[in-house]
Nanobody, 124 residues
């Protein structure tokens, strides 16, 4: 059974940092395109970052570019999202997701595996 388990969420002040982790079990992350999505209250879920299995290239949404960094450690079957300079608008439930495809996609339906989500709250 495939499981993705997130950790690292919490409450942080504006300008602070958090690092989210997502650990895979039941599947090797080596050949998966992995991504982080988030969903704020009353809003649709959106992709914030992606790292592709094909060439390890990365994508960031405009709202997080320059502040967030996605990475993966295949030896540990874990992916990360380092979030710096956090803003109140970053408050959301963050989800990790993985797709059995070489290239990224913003379409949630293209992702085969999902974590349960972790809450990030940025207070002003």
């Amino acid at each position: 059974q495939v499981q993705l388990v997130e950790s690292g969420g919490g409450l942080v002040q504006v300008g602070g940092s958090l690092r989210l982790s997502c650990t895979f079990s039941g599947v090797s992350s080596d050949y998966l395109t992995i991504a982080w999505f988030r969903q704020a209250p009353g809003k649709e879920r959106e992709q914030v970052s992606c790292i592709m299995s094909s060439d390890a290239s990365t994508y960031y949404s405009d709202s997080v570019k320059g502040r967030f960094t996605i990475s993966r450690d295949n030896a540990k079957n874990t992916m990360y999202l380092q979030m710096n300079s956090l803003k109140p608008e970053d408050t959301a439930v963050y989800y990790c997701a993985a797709a059995r495809r070489p290239y990224g996609s913003k379409n949630e339906g293209d992702y085969n595996y999902w974590g349960q989500g972790t809450q990030v709250t940025v207070s002003s």
